[in-house]
């Protein structure tokens, strides 16, 4: 079976620090309420959220391994390599996340009076 092919593991941990510092630099501005340069740029939901996937998506891969093993029966094979780099940056992505699903249910929230 053919794999598919692995970017080094240094790359990936270098594209997805790159790649956090948009929706780190919004969150971060956002809970400040500091108008800062270009953040009317970085304001479009599906920027800031495909960042956030790209990043986790690139570390994910880096740390997972998925081989299938043409055996009788068929054998899935996953393992995951412990690299403190990329899961840090897959915790940060995931935490960023819930930052801002947090916000959205929260601004959109409206309390209803039982009567």
Known sequence: ??????????????????????????????????DAPGL??????IFILGTLA???????????SVKLEPEKPPVLKIALSLRIWNLAEITLALLLLGVLFTYAFVENFEPRLIR
């Not at 692995?6 to 919004?26: E, I, Q, W």
């Not at 009317?40 to 939901?45: H, L, N, T, V």
């Not at 790209?54 to 997972?64: C, E, G």
Request: aromatic share 14%.
């Open 40 to 45: 009317q740029f970085f304001g479009s939901p």
């Open 1 to 34: 079976m053919r794999a598919f092919p692995r970017s080094s593991n240094d790359v990936s941990a270098v594209v997805g620090v790159l790649l956090l510092v948009v929706p780190t630099y919004f969150v971060t501005m956002s809970a400040l309420r500091y």
């Open 54 to 64: 790209i990043a986790f998506a690139i570390n994910a891969r880096s740390i997972a």
